[in-house]
């Protein structure tokens, strides 16, 4: 309903530019409008698959000064440290088809199928070893927490990608 009002609020900002006005269907069956045009959104094949996971490591390496020579200068060692990393990531897909209608002849005006993707992706890491070898690249993921984005806010991101070509496919074929 949302994506349904939002194309008619900003498709009838531009009332002047086309011959058409917009209407929800709400609005039209509240106001007993019969309309010329159907325009038909369906969301389709909606796919937000189980987050898959990806696991690696990688060794992480250091010179520390562990102390001073006789004549003040400093002795070096070589530290070591494995990173093990876990990479959580998915990426989810939607198609939304577009079929705008003469409502008379039921005659197709336009069909149209957009489709888009999301994609998420995420690590986070364990060590094994001397935490001096780590950088601080590898303590950000050590200290990162997995932030699996909902369902609603994958199918937002969605549509947020669809809307502007739905919104301009319709501006196009209305714009006489």
Do not use: C, H
Not at 78 to 87: D, E, Q
Request: aromatic share 14%; net charge positive.
């Amino acid at each position: 309903e949302y994506f349904q009002q939002t194309l008619v609020r900003e498709l009838s900002n531009n009332n002047n530019r086309y011959a058409a006005k917009f209407y929800t269907e709400w609005e039209a069956r509240r106001e007993n409008i019969k309309p010329d045009w159907l325009v038909e959104l369906r969301l389709r094949n909606l796919d937000v698959p189980y987050p898959s996971t990806y696991n690696y490591s990688r060794n992480s390496s250091a010179q520390v000064q562990t102390g001073t020579d006789t004549s003040g200068s400093p002795i070096y060692q070589t530290v070591y440290a494995t990173v093990n990393i876990s990479r959580m990531s998915f990426t989810a897909r939607a198609d939304m088809e577009l079929n705008i209608k003469e409502v008379a002849t039921r005659k197709n005006i336009t069909y149209r199928n957009f489709r888009e993707e999301y994609r998420w992706q995420q690590e986070r890491a364990t060590y094994t070893g001397d935490s001096r070898a780590l950088s601080n690249n590898d303590w950000q993921l050590i200290n990162n927490n997995y932030n699996t984005p909902r369902k609603e806010e994958v199918l937002n991101e969605l549509y947020r990608k669809i809307y502007p070509q739905v919104l301009n496919n319709i501006r196009y074929t209305v714009d006489w």
